[in-house]
């Protein structure tokens, strides 16, 4: 069986003017009689324990009002313990309840939840999608999103540079007329192309898009296929162009 907001707004207000916390409030709540579900919200199907437990968070954003993501999300985890990590922070998102808390501030509130590492990094990078851009002069750049090796992380891009502005301006998979020599950020692969590295594992060439390797962790970076070091010519500092990168990662 399922609550409703506003009936569950009705319960938590007078048990805040009692002193009651969110967590306890919540609790009492939904174990009255006036609730019509009482125990029986413990032992719901998954589908219906995340619209109630996003049914709980709207109610308490409104009641216990100014309330942080770590409030929240504690609160959820003691209600309804079956709940993930990614139930969780998608319920905080949600458009009536917190959907600006940024990522940093979401893995905070997850992990002061009680979720491990694995847990609350996973969530926040499904839930996360990162777009950047990426500078043709530049060498490896950030991209913000560190890989686990237990998910899977699409990468996609659009837009011109080029390592070489005689030859003209090129996308992501670069120019096909000339495969990079030695010293080049990925030798064999087209000049120009995307290429990404996660961690210390090898390059590998991105293009227009790929799936990031499995099972490689760590940071994403991602850098033009050039002669970084200058080897034959000037390096980097010729390059113009820049490319847009998508990244989107998908639950194991």
């Not at 990079?180 to 991105?206: C, D, K, M, W």
């Amino acid at each position: 069986m399922t609550i409703d907001v506003q009936p569950l707004i009705g319960l938590l207000q007078p048990l805040k003017q009692q002193g009651l916390g969110a967590s306890d409030a919540v609790r009492t709540a939904l174990a009255s009689a006036s609730t019509g579900i009482g125990a029986m919200a413990f032992a719901l199907p998954h589908e219906e324990l995340v619209r109630n437990g996003a049914v709980v968070a709207e109610a308490v954003h409104e009641v216990f009002a100014p309330i942080t993501a770590a409030a929240l999300a504690i609160t959820l985890h003691d209600i309804y313990p079956a709940l993930t990590a990614f139930d969780i922070g998608t319920i905080i998102l949600g458009p009536k309840v917190l959907p600006g808390t940024p990522a940093p501030e979401m893995a905070s509130a997850l992990s002061g939840a009680g979720f491990d590492t694995a847990s609350t990094s996973d969530a926040v990078n499904v839930l996360y999608p990162i777009t950047l851009t990426v500078q043709a002069n530049q060498a490896w750049q950030a991209s913000g999103l560190t890989v686990t090796g237990r998910q899977v992380t699409h990468i996609s891009a659009q837009g011109l540079w080029t390592a070489n502005p005689a030859t003209g301006m090129v996308g992501p998979a670069g120019n096909p007329a000339y495969r990079a020599p030695a010293r080049y950020t990925l030798p064999g692969a087209p000049e120009a192309a995307l290429i990404g590295q996660i961690g210390s594992n090898p390059p590998f060439l991105v293009g227009d898009g790929v799936q990031a390797p499995a099972g490689q962790s760590g940071p994403l970076q991602l850098c033009i296929n050039d002669d970084l070091d200058g080897v034959y010519g000037v390096g980097l500092r010729d390059n113009v162009g820049t490319l847009q990168v998508n990244l989107q990662t998908q639950g194991s």
